[in-house]
């Protein structure tokens, strides 16, 4: 069983290889044994016999297996939220506190070669579960707790945002008050409408794998060192096929559940955009998460509107770490000859076949959300025009875009890597810096 939740020291990550990782990290090895020893965040309810048949529990559980003795008396699981290629999502209940939390159930077997990471005491475990047990940032969904079986590891998360669906949208009026500094934990006065009685309704967390666009396939054949999930190759056959992955500017339409992510919080404003204001406060809340992440060596991967959950304040939290990385910070970053993610955020680099970084990578993705928030639409209208960098929004369909937005839109989408800004460009931006009343 492993269980625990540790919170970051100053200090850099480990190495983005899976062979090794820094010992010394957190007192890891430490908090290991304490976990081997049952120690950890949680008290243990009262020894009830309670069943740990888990085809009780759902039905993607296989007949005959038995769930975590401990995690059983933990937690009650209750409603599945979704599923995909690692495993799937349950809400849960802490049987002594009564909370609920999130529970990713993923399949060991499931997750490809590259995302694996060697610990010296634990062996193989998940990036993602060593990466969201070590990290601590008011924009990243928190880690509570970790459990495994021969078959699952258990990750034990909080739940956040409101429920977003056709009857609970943006108000219309004014939005929240915001302040020069813009810290991490400023909140917004409310201002937004989900219904009372599922306004302390908790987040659901969107499939572990990255959701590739129609087209795409994961590619997990002989995966080299670090290696992501889609060839170049593959992306780059959208550039001379009838496929855009931008057609007529819509948003990327995925098979999904009304849930409380930015994607349906946008999906349900009533211009389908964010107003300025609203934009803004979201955006430098993301900057805030990426760059702490950037600078302790970890590259998110994936981010785009539905890896984000947000509440009724706009307060807004990162999830999906399954495309993550952590780099040695001693070593050269390296490039990559293929891609994970979601193809509608692939950069021109990675468009046009090119060797890349992630994290300059990442930048691109980022001006890719900030043109979903303020425009409700891609920035280009084809796969080609992103490969090219041509950003088109059209003031006559998604309205004026100020001028210091856009500034920042085209530094994030700037088509060489090189000149790209990074992250700690895009949060010293003018955009970011205003105060708002």
Same mark, same amino acid.
């Given at each position: ?135 601590? /940032? ?6 509570? !707790?970790? =459990? ?7 990750? +034990? @998360?909080? *739940? &956040? ?109 009533? /211009? ?6 609203? !934009?803004? =406060? ?7 998460? +990426? @760059?702490? *992440? &950037? ?129 700690? @460009? ?12």
């Amino acid at each position: 069983m492993l269980e625990q939740h540790s919170e970051l020291k100053a200090g850099s990550f480990f190495p983005s290889c899976p062979e090794t990782i820094q010992s010394d990290f957190t007192n890891f090895e430490e908090n290991q044994l304490r976990l081997q020893l049952g120690h950890g965040v949680d008290n243990i309810s009262p020894r009830v016999d309670y069943n740990t048949d888990a085809c009780l529990y759902s039905a993607q559980f296989p007949r005959g297996h038995s769930l975590d003795f401990d995690f059983v008396h933990k937690y009650q699981l209750e409603d599945e939220l979704g599923s995909g290629g690692y495993g799937f999502v349950m809400t849960a209940y802490r049987r002594l506190e009564g909370d609920e939390v999130a529970v990713k159930f993923i399949i060991k077997d499931k997750v490809p070669e590259y995302a694996w990471t060697k610990d010296p005491i634990s062996g193989k475990v998940p990036t993602e579960v060593m990466i969201l047990t070590r990290i601590n /940032h008011p924009n990243i969904v928190k880690c509570l !707790a970790v =459990f495994e079986d021969d078959r699952y590891y258990y990750l +034990v @998360q909080e *739940l &956040h945002g409101s429920p977003w669906h056709k009857d609970h949208k943006l108000d219309a009026q004014p939005p929240c008050h915001f302040i020069t500094s813009r810290p991490s934990s400023a909140m917004p006065t409310p201002f937004l409408s989900p219904s009372s009685s599922e306004s302390s309704l908790p987040a659901s967390e969107p499939n572990t794998p990255p959701r590739m666009f129609a087209g795409l396939q994961p590619d997990f054949g002989g995966p080299e060192e670090g290696r992501p999930c889609v060839s170049n190759g593959t992306i780059s056959k959208l550039l001379h096929s009838q496929l855009s992955i931008f057609q007529n500017n819509d948003r990327p339409q995925f098979t999904r559940r009304p849930s409380h992510d930015l994607f349906e919080c946008i999906e349900q404003s009533e /211009h389908k955009k964010l107003n300025e204001s609203q !934009a803004r =406060f979201v955006f430098s809340q993301v900057i805030d998460a +990426v @760059q702490y *992440l &950037h600078d302790h060596d970890i590259v998110h991967r994936d981010i785009k509107d539905e890896n984000l959950v947000i509440d009724k304040n706009l307060k807004v939290k990162l999830i999906d770490f399954g495309s993550a990385i952590a780099f040695d910070p001693v070593k050269p970053r390296p490039y990559y000859q293929t891609f994970c993610g979601t193809a509608a955020y692939a950069s021109s680099e990675i468009l046009l076949k090119k060797d890349y970084q992630a994290a300059p990578a990442e930048i691109w993705t980022l001006g890719i959300l900030l043109s979903y928030l303020l425009a409700g639409v891609s920035p280009f209208p084809t796969a080609r025009d992103a490969a090219d960098g041509r950003i088109f929004l059209s003031e006559k369909v998604v309205g004026k875009i100020p001028d210091e937005a856009m500034d920042l839109m085209r530094k994030c989408l700037d088509p060489n890597p090189e000149s790209r800004a990074n992250i700690s @460009q895009i949060k010293a931006h003018p955009w970011l810096q205003h105060s708002f009343v």
